[in-house]
């Protein structure tokens, strides 16, 4: 029998990955006969990539409180919640923005930055959606809730006010709100009856 995976273990393995993941999407943006198109997409004025981060980090914010509703609503949802709660609960605050920080660069780069240009919106976020089934059943309705939320994603991207920083704003949004929710305990810590 295997001892799950505590926050420590899955934050250092989250770094591993998504750093290597970004790293790859660099490398393979910096390689591409779309640099042009990428280049586009990253605004020339520091003022315009401030403008299309700030735009992704409300349409997150609204997203992820908006998306808080589906478990009142869908079993396999609530269930996705209750298991992705088992996986975090106890991250630090730290761990939870630099986890947040870190995956929403990396695939933001990967899927909309390296992917997208090549493969289109629907393909790059079918394959966005497959790169969340993890063989779990109870996180069955993860992939489905990923490729909605990356055509999402997508057409933010192509935005031009929001543009790719707007694309990493949202999904920034998503993932620090809802992990900061899911690492709360599952159950309030039992008082102590002696006092």
């Known amino acids: 029998m295997t001892t799950p995976a505590g926050p420590r273990q899955v934050f250092r393995t989250s770094l591993y990955f998504h750093g290597s993941m970004g790293i790859i999407a660099l490398i393979g943006i910096y390689l591409s006969d779309h640099q042009k198109w990428i ?55 730290i761990e939870v923005m630099v986890l947040a ?58 935005w031009p006010t929001a543009g790719l920083p707007g694309a990493i704003g949202a999904h920034l949004a998503v993932n620090w709100i809802g992990l900061n929710r899911l690492s709360r305990p599952l159950s309030p810590p039992a008082s102590d009856p002696a006092g």
């Open 39 to 93: 280049q586009e997409w990253i605004q020339d004025s520091p003022e315009e990539i401030l403008l299309g981060l700030l735009i992704g980090l409300v349409l997150g914010s609204v997203a992820s409180l908006l998306s808080q509703i589906l478990p009142l609503v869908w079993r396999d949802a609530r269930q996705l919640e209750s298991r992705l709660a088992e996986i975090f609960e106890g991250s630090t605050p």
């Open 101 to 158: 920080l870190i995956s929403s660069v990396a695939e933001e780069l990967l899927f909309r930055g390296l992917l997208q240009p090549f493969l289109g919106i629907f393909i790059a976020s079918s394959l966005f959606g497959l790169a969340h089934w993890t063989g779990d059943r109870r996180l069955s309705a993860w992939p489905l809730i990923a490729m909605l939320a990356g055509l999402a994603l997508g057409r933010l991207a192509q």
